[in-house]
């Protein structure tokens, strides 16, 4: 099991950026598939982005061109970089791991999740 502790949620306004950063811990990270996921409120919680140990990544449509998914795996720690960011960016993110790429990309089902972090983006 890989512990997740998601930070750098905050309070922005329509067209900033912000940095979220995902710390992991316990099991190997490096060869984990690591993710970001997002849940607004009255929704279900969507993809977002993923990124494999090889470095490839994956991208919601919607995200696609704004938001840029990096690990560090010297440092345990994976981010998201989100600039332009829109009012409907505006959910709790949460980080996930997997050893499994398809997993983290095409499911909910990943192994381990952090407690997620507040993002809100006014207009």
């Known amino acids: 099991q890989v512990q997740l502790v998601e930070s750098g949620g905050g309070l922005v306004q329509a067209g900033d950026s912000l940095r979220l950063s995902c710390a992991a811990s316990?099991?190997?990270?490096?060869?984990?598939?690591m993710g970001w996921f997002r849940q607004a409120p009255g929704k279900e919680r969507e993809f977002v982005a993923t990124?494999?140990?090889?470095?490839?990544?994956y991208y919601t449509d919607s995200v696609k061109g704004r938001f840029t998914i990096s690990r560090d795996n010297a440092k345990n720690t994976v981010y998201l970089q989100m600039n332009s960011l829109k009012p409907e960016d505006t959910a709790v993110y949460y980080c996930?791991?997997?050893?499994?790429?398809?997993?983290?990309?095409?499911?909910?089902?990943?192994?381990?999740w952090g407690q997620g972090t507040q993002v809100t983006v006014s207009s």
């Open positions: 316990g099991r190997t990270f490096s060869s984990d598939a």
């Open positions: 996930a791991a997997d050893p499994s790429l398809w997993v983290v990309r095409n499911s909910q089902a990943a192994r381990s």
């Open positions: 990124i494999a140990w090889s470095g490839t990544t």
